[in-house]
């Protein structure tokens, strides 16, 4: 989450307060279909360092259909569907269904949002807000993505009508300030623009060993 969202009054008055960083990776994937056309799917990726790179020579034989397609280098943000808004709307749709599940628990149970998001806060929960953000990705939204990399490809009737109302953005704000979180429409997009980059090897080194630290102390606790 961004660094100052979670910084609740309740955080600020503990001794030797930093802002909780736990995290997860999710890949997002998602289709373009072709109408009338023989089996044939090309797989689009970028070249971050977890996609391997010979893939297309582990592909099974009755699975040939299947070709593999790497992007150029430093051509992602111009390129990738998945980078053209898809993303970031994702995530403000992720961001607004975590603060309002964050505004239940606080409203209906005696749980502060640190011990929510401390000891209630499971992979379970995240999965079913995951899977609601990704159904509110629409299909204008998917279209539009596709209009850079392969614009013959999208017709304009496919597009649907926007929905009036707040945005996004106005949404988590409003959400936020009902729980007393410093949160403004910034935060949101601080939100968009972090983490977009990969994690070094080194980095993912760094949180498994803070999480192995975690553990372990976590551990000697309950054995006192």
Not at 14 to 43: E, F, I, W, Y
Not at 118 to 135: E, G
């Amino acid at each position: 989450m961004p660094n100052r969202t979670y910084i609740t009054a309740e955080e600020k008055m503990r001794p030797g307060h930093k802002p909780m960083k736990d995290r997860l990776t999710l890949a997002l994937c998602a289709n373009a279909s072709g109408k009338n056309l023989p089996v044939q799917a090309l797989l689009i990726l970028d070249n971050a360092p977890a996609h391997p790179p010979n893939l297309e020579d582990d592909i099974l034989e009755e699975f040939k259909f299947i070709k593999v397609l790497y992007l150029p280098p430093d051509t992602t943000p111009i390129l990738q569907p998945m980078d053209q808004q898809v993303i970031s709307n994702f995530k403000k749709l992720y961001t607004k269904h975590l603060f309002r599940r964050c505004f239940e628990v606080t409203e209906t149970t005696n749980l502060t949002l640190r011990e929510f998001w401390k000891d209630h806060f499971k992979i379970a929960i995240w999965l079913k807000i995951i899977d609601q953000a990704w159904l509110g990705v629409t299909t204008r939204t998917l279209t539009s993505a596709w209009k850079k990399l392969w614009p013959e490809a999208v017709a304009e009737r496919i597009y649907e009508e926007l929905e009036p109302g707040r945005s996004v953005e106005e949404e988590i704000v409003s959400l936020g300030k009902s729980m007393g979180l410093e949160v403004e429409e910034r935060d949101v997009n601080e939100l968009v623009e972090e983490y977009t980059q990969e994690l070094t090897t080194e980095e993912i080194q760094e949180l498994q060993s803070q999480q192995h630290t975690e553990v372990m102390q976590e551990i000697g606790f309950e054995e006192s």
